[in-house]
């Protein structure tokens, strides 16, 4: 121990403790006694809004009191301003309040809180009080409080000092004890003082894991702090390899963000949301690619009092779905819906698997196309049957249709909402006279044939088939809700078919088309044969829904933009060139999608929502009926999106996360590790992260606070020799004295040698932290994790161990079980040892992938790994076989 006395600062900061929970309980008390009864008389239906305020803010004034009951401080900073007037400041996680002492005290979240992140020795400026102040980083303690019976003490405490360095003191109190002992014997006093002073080391020692859950690191480092505190409206990815605290740094950003007291005035504008939109304090997502890591991650957000229910963690999959069913109708539901989506399909090339910029490109090319085709026909399908009366609605078609093809489509829906109203007009007065043509025919059809509609129905029902949609029907009748003709009957059925036959029939004839065979109207039409109306008649018919077909793709098209997509989607995978370049088969059951298609589709309809939204002509309107589906889409949108793993999602789900941002905060933050990939469609490199979105910035963060300063080594070998990112190499603090052990290796395990040989190893580990830390055991593939489970607790039930079967990364165990996982499940996770059971078979199954495997099994580990073949060490590996031992030594 170096010439430091530690007494005062233990003696300081005990007194502290109990002075912050003293105060704070007394606060609890006084707010238990006054309770709301002050506010009870409060008129709810004029002053709702205000009152619920107040209740929420006594609220999270209540939950902080009982925090710092709990966690009175987490620092203790000694900073010298530039008067060279030294001060004592003490940090809490989230919250504060004034002490009768008239200590600083503060909030971690803060400005003042900053100083916990300055390297020692620097300065930093602070806004207090709207005024500007120096103050030089000299001590910084960072502490974990610990209730005891006789008091306060923080164990496994970090001083730093400037000039006297880095130390670890397993326990204040028990400094505080040594220095008031009262034993008569000199020798027991003396061996008590020397019990104590081994407690405290120079360095910062390693705390075992002993419970599964997120690290946690209550003060971020100099460069995480810079990245938390970045205003509300930044766009980042942070990179960095395991252990390195980024999963941390989101959350704590998310944490202070959601405390709009600490924000400045430009960050509260931003937190204001729509109607549309849930309150700032609820409007944020965190994406995870696992169900195990949402567990966890509950867990770190209720440290930093963030409440964090199911809504607020998801899995991009499940998101997905959700969405895409229920709130954009892409796939079918009892009420509607285009598509069924089919997990396993594998229709996409590789090469759009890997990168599907392109595929998405073309597709979204294909879709303004396609609409611009829509309206630039309609115009010459209308002007050709425009009615004489039609004057100032033909000179609007026209200058129209000379413009589609040169301009965008979004400035053509900005003209067309001063043309509408006349559009609906014409289209009213048109609508009225084919109407009673209509009618005369199907009552004429009925009076000379009275079951003739029964046996259209039957004829329906017989044939039963989901015809490819006629886009040219579609605009020969208004658009009817999908919902509403659910509980029609037979006949209602078959007579709307019957008059949407003879639309299509009077149309065709009138343009002189012919119909398309495999189209319902088509089998409606020859099920009538003879039945149908005169050519005159048809004529007549056909001239006022041509000039209706043609008027309707000008009316409300600025939704065909966002609705109209999955319809683009069934026809653009139908054209042959776009099948070559991009497919590897034509699918048979064209309702069918695979989830990269549906994250396409998804990407194209928030994209272009965002951008319909974005137009003044839209925002302002949002409210009104006709954009409606606008509207719903925008509740989606958050003022927050978080996302963890980032590299295993692809860049389709990544720029659909990026999407559902608001359009006023556009909060994007992510963090992830390329060298961590292991998903095949995972984004790859910094160029697919600009084609997201061109704003998003990288910040890389390197120091490694999870493993060993040998396990560190061993990932850093493990890079070289797979080809990795060597830019993302981690860096073990200087002051860490965890140097750790080798990892050890089995080869040619036969029977049940692999998992005696493991069980050997626990106890081993369990002999050497002289408790049991947390221990996972890796294997490759689903089916394999409960045999291993059940093998390993036989193995070890005469010392009293459990071991817990994780399938489908679902089950958590509990307290000291040993917890077998299939290797995909594992990211984001930390164990104190981790196992791995048949390395060279995953080689050989998963070749593309067994590197990536590898490294995120390895760096999940903080002291002891361990890997087992069932033969020879993987050819790839030869070159680490020296960093290997064949058991630790203990």
Known sequence: MADIDFLPLAEDTLSTFSEITETATNKLKNENNQGTDSFASGNTLTGNEAFLKLANIQKNNHEQLVKLSDEPAIARLVVEDDNNSQQVIYIARSSNLTLPSGKNFASYRSPIGRLAEV?????????????????????????????ESVGWDSSQTQYRHHDKGSYSIESLRALIRADRSEIADELDKLLEQAEIQSGVSAGISHQVRTAMGLRDQPILDQFQGEIFRLPLNSQLIILGPPGTGKTTTLIKRLGQKLDIESLDAEEKRLTETTKNQAPHQTSWIMFTPSELLKHYLKEAFSREQVPASDS????????????????????????????????????????????????????????????????????????????????????????????????????????????????????????????????????????????????LAKHLEAIQQENEPDEEEFFDDDEQDETSNLNSNSIQVA???YLSALRALARTKYLKRSMPKKSRSSSVIQFLDASVPSNDILFEIGRHISFQNG??????????????????????????????????SELVNTTQLSGLELDGIILLM??????????????????????????????????????????????????????????????????????????????????QLSWIASHISVETIQLVYRQSKTLNTFAHELLKIQG?????????????????????????????????????????????????????????????????????????????????????????????DIRVFDIQHIKGLEFEAVFFAGIDKLAQDKPDLFDRYLYVGATRAATYLGLVCDGHLPASLEPLRERFDAYWRV
Request: contains cysteine; positive net charge; charged residues 25%.
């Open 495 to 497: 007579v709307n078919a």
């Open 119 to 147: 390297a020692l020795g620097d300065e930093a400026i602070v806004n207090l009080d709207g005024r500007s102040r120096i103050f030089y980083v000299i001590e910084k303690t960072s502490l974990r409080p610990k209730k």
């Open 551 to 584: 008027l309707r793709r000008f009316i409300n098209s600025h939704k065909r933009y966002v609705t109209d997509i999955t319809t683009s989607y069934r026809a653009f995978r139908k054209g042959r060139d776009i099948l070559n370049d991009f497919y590897v």
């Open 312 to 455: 607020h963690i998801r899995t991009w999959t499940s998101f997905r779905n959700d969405i895409a069913r229920n709130t954009l109708g892409i796939l079918r539901t009892a009420n509607g819906g285009k598509f069924t989506l089919k997990n396993e399909l594998s229709n996409l090339s590789p090469a759009v698997v890997e990168d599907a910029s392109s595929w998405y490109e073309s597709f979204e090319s294909f879709h303004e196309q396609r609409l611009k085709s829509q309206l630039r026909d309609g115009a010459a399908i209308a002007i050709s049957a425009a009615p004489e009366n039609a004057v100032t609605v033909l000179e609007n078609l026209k200058q129209l249709g000379n413009q589609i093809e040169s301009r965008q489509l979004l400035d053509v829906y900005r003209d067309l909402e001063n043309f509408e109203g006349a559009f609906r007009s014409a289209l009213s007065d048109s609508k009225i006279v084919a109407e009673d043509l209509l009618k005369r025919e199907r009552n004429r059809l009925y009076n000379n044939d009275k079951d003739v509609f029964k046996r």
């Open 724 to 816: 990795g990112d060597l830019n993302a190499l981690g860096i073990v603090p200087e002051e860490s004295n965890h140097i750790g052990v080798k990892p050890v290796l089995y080869e040619n395990a036969r029977n049940g040698g692999p998992v005696t040989w493991i069980a050997e190893r626990i106890i081993e580990v369990e002999r050497a932290v002289q408790q049991l830390p947390t221990i996972a055991v890796l294997v490759n593939s689903e089916k394999e994790v409960r045999p291993m489970a059940e093998k390993l607790a036989k193995c070890l039930e005469e010392i009293n161990l459990s071991v817990v079967a994780c399938e489908e990364g679902k089950a958590l165990g509990e307290g000291t």
């Open 606 to 687: 928030l994209r272009k929502s965002r951008q319909l939204i974005a137009q003044n002509y839209v925002s302002k309107s949002l409210d009104e009926p006709k954009y409606s589906y606008l509207a719903i889409i925008s509740s989606l949108f958050k003022n927050q999106i978080m996302v963890d793993e980032a590299t295993d999602f692809s860049m389709l789900q990544l720029a659909c996360m990026e999407s559902l941002t608001s359009l006023k905060s556009k909060s994007f933050f992510a963090c992830g590790d390329f060298n961590q990939r292991i998903t095949s469609s995972g984004i790859r490199n910094q160029q």
